[in-house]
């Protein structure tokens, strides 16, 4: 059984003493004095039915304290296990027994196993400490909405189509090599070539021959697949094999075959393909289509954060597809009542959230100062109870601009690496929590 907490002495509880190190001690002080955060992640680690690893396995103290020191230092799971291995202070934080040495493989399963809702939970538990200790009241709020992209390349049609004949080429040659399915062609070192071609491809007629070319292997490929598919129904052939191989066939099937569809409807047809009909990954399905400012096209998902006049981040909601952020200017303000049980006195938010609807609902709530970057045909009457005021609160909101980019930088949010949309949320809400914990355990170092 895999412990709570780990047994630690203390007196190799030794800290660099430089600003890093301080940074580790400060943010290792915060979770000691909550325990019943470990209570939370162990239904997690349960939930997945972990063994415990090594001598004794890792706690479920080390593996959230790992996960915490991941996101801070944006390392891959091998160098995490070399500095867990190498470094004092890295120990000390994570509190790991010297005779313990995690492999990358149990620090990825164990981390990966920690869903959203608990990182969120344990948010919402620093906050609350925020607040008793009057570091952040969440009386001041400021909010705006920014991309986080998957981790896929770009989604050209080409590439695509590339993407499906040699996922297609690899599920036939398994098949072929465990159920000895009849010969079929690997058409992958084809369709790459072809790939390269359209790429540079300077002529309009070339790259639709080239399309053409690589739409009829993709589509000889799927109907070897299909026929591989019947022949092992006719056979009977069951087993934990078979049902993980037929697995990926109906996951791949669908999206490889809307692959094919939306090429010919764009390259042959010169058709205008809905965005609710595109497929832009095989492999990250999840992944919205995000224009920002009727320029920038991002493939991710599109966040709406609330920060709070400390710069902790009070609130972030991961949404699904492309929501005009004027729609979600209310949702976020009943996000924060929920938290601290009152809206905040004044809130700042970019001009994309303002609407006349907005403001009138949020002064109904109580709001005080509800100003928008933007006026968008709002008066700053309406908005504050002065000039002073509205220029203070637009200036105030600037801050965020700043939290976003931290995140986005040193935290990790530019690009989820992490696969699926549950690892996408716990992703997200991971580098926020570790941002929070950083910074309040800053801010205490400050405050004496």
Same mark, same amino acid.
């Given at each position: ?193 072809? %790939? ?229 949320? %716990?992703?997200?809400?991971? %580098? ?17």
């Amino acid at each position: 059984m895999r412990l709570l907490k780990t047994i630690w002495n203390k007196v190799t509880n030794i800290f660099a003493k430089n600003e890093i190190g301080q940074e580790l001690e400060g943010m290792s002080r915060w979770l000691d004095g909550h325990p019943e955060v470990l209570e939370w992640v162990a239904e997690d680690l349960g939930s997945k039915k972990l063994k415990a690893t090594g001598r004794h396995g890792m706690s479920v103290e080390t593996v959230l304290r790992a996960g915490i020191l991941k996101q801070a230092w944006q390392v891959s799971y091998k160098k995490l296990s070399f500095h867990l291995e190498d470094s004092m202070s890295c120990k000390a934080f994570v509190r790991l027994d010297n005779a313990l040495t995690p492999r990358k493989s149990a620090l990825q399963i164990g981390i990966s196993a920690i869903r959203d809702t608990t990182w969120e939970r344990i948010n919402r538990c620093m906050l609350k400490d925020a607040s008793l200790e009057q570091i952040e009241n969440g009386k001041k709020a400021r909010v705006d909405s920014t991309p986080s992209e998957s981790n896929i390349h770009h989604p050209s049609d080409s590439s695509l189509l590339y993407d499906s004949i040699r996922v297609m080429g690899s599920l036939l040659e398994n098949c072929q090599s465990t159920w000895g399915f009849t010969k079929y062609h690997n058409h992958s070192k084809q369709a790459k070539q072809l %790939a390269r071609k359209i790429l540079y491809a300077k002529k309009a007629y070339l790259k639709e021959v080239h399309y053409k070319k690589l739409v009829v292997l993709a589509k000889d490929n799927l109907k070897s697949l299909n026929k591989a598919v019947l022949s092992l129904a006719i056979r009977h052939i069951d087993g934990p094999d078979y049902n993980a191989w037929s697995a990926k066939v109906l996951n791949f099937r669908p999206l490889i075959e809307g692959v094919i569809s939306q090429t010919e409807r764009r390259v042959f047809n010169l058709e205008s393909v809905p965005v609710s009909e595109k497929v832009v990954s095989l492999f990250e399905p999840y992944t919205d289509i995000i224009v920002k400012d009727n320029r920038d096209v991002y493939f991710g998902h599109k966040l709406n954060l609330t920060s709070g006049k400390s710069s902790m981040i009070l609130d972030v909601v991961i949404e699904q597809g492309n929501p005009a952020d004027s729609e979600r200017f209310l949702s976020l303000i009943e996000n924060h009542i929920g938290t601290y049980g009152c809206p905040p006195r004044q809130i700042s938010a970019d001009g994309s959230y303002a609407s006349k609807d907005n403001l009138e609902q949020a002064k109904n709530e109580g709001i005080k100062d509800v100003v928008f970057h933007k006026k968008r045909g709002l008066e700053i009457k309406d908005m504050a109870k002065s000039d002073w005021v509205y220029n203070q609160l637009k200036n105030f909101r600037a801050g965020i601009e700043s939290n976003i980019s931290c995140l986005k930088r040193v935290y990790g949010l530019r690009r989820c690496t992490w696969k699926g949309l549950p690892h996408f949320k %716990a992703y997200v809400w991971s %580098a926020v929590v570790t941002y929070n914990l950083t910074l309040f355990a800053r801010l205490r170092m400050e405050s004496g």
